[in-house]
C-alpha cells in the first residue's frame, strides 16, 4: 500500500442509476491496484446496493457489472460502510446486507473522511 495514501469513495446512488452507481467501484478498484487503500461509504440510495441480490441487477453500458466490480473491491481489501440512518427509511436491516457490508453512524464516516488522502463523492 502506498504510504498513508487512502482514498474514501461515497456513493449516493443506487441501482436506478446504474452508471452514477458503478463508476465509484471502477475508481475504488483502480485505486486498490495502485495500493491505495479505500473505503466506500454507501449512502442516501446507494444503502441499496449493500442490500442482498441488488448489485446483480445493476449493470452499466460499456462498464463490467457492478456484481464484479463489488467483489474485486472486497477481495482487494477494500471496506463497505453502510449509513445506518439511511437504512432506517428504505426498510432495510443490517441481516438484508451483503457480507463483507459495515452499518456505521456519522462519527465513523467522519474519522474516515478526515484521515483520508482523498475523497470522492457521486
Do not use: W
Request: hydrophobic share 50%; glycine share 8%; net charge negative.
Amino acid at each position: 500500500m502506498a504510504i498513508g495514501e487512502k482514498l474514501v469513495v461515497v456513493v449516493t446512488h443506487g441501482p436506478h442509476e446504474p452508471e452514477l452507481a458503478t463508476i465509484p467501484f471502477v475508481m475504488a478498484g483502480a485505486a486498490l491496484a495502485s495500493d491505495v487503500a479505500v473505503v466506500v461509504a454507501l449512502q442516501a440510495d446507494g444503502v441499496d446496493l449493500a442490500r442482498t441480490g441488488v448489485v446483480e441487477t445493476v449493470a452499466a453500458l460499456g462498464f463490467p457489472p457492478l456484481t464484479k466490480l463489488l467483489a474485486d473491491v472486497l477481495a482487494l481489501g477494500g471496506q463497505l460502510l453502510v449509513c445506518s440512518p439511511c437504512l432506517k427509511p428504505r426498510d432495510i436491516v443490517p441481516t438484508d446486507l451483503i457480507e463483507g457490508a459495515e452499518v456505521v453512524a456519522a462519527g465513523r464516516l467522519i474519522a474516515e473522511i478526515t484521515s483520508a488522502t482523498n475523497t470522492l463523492t457521486y
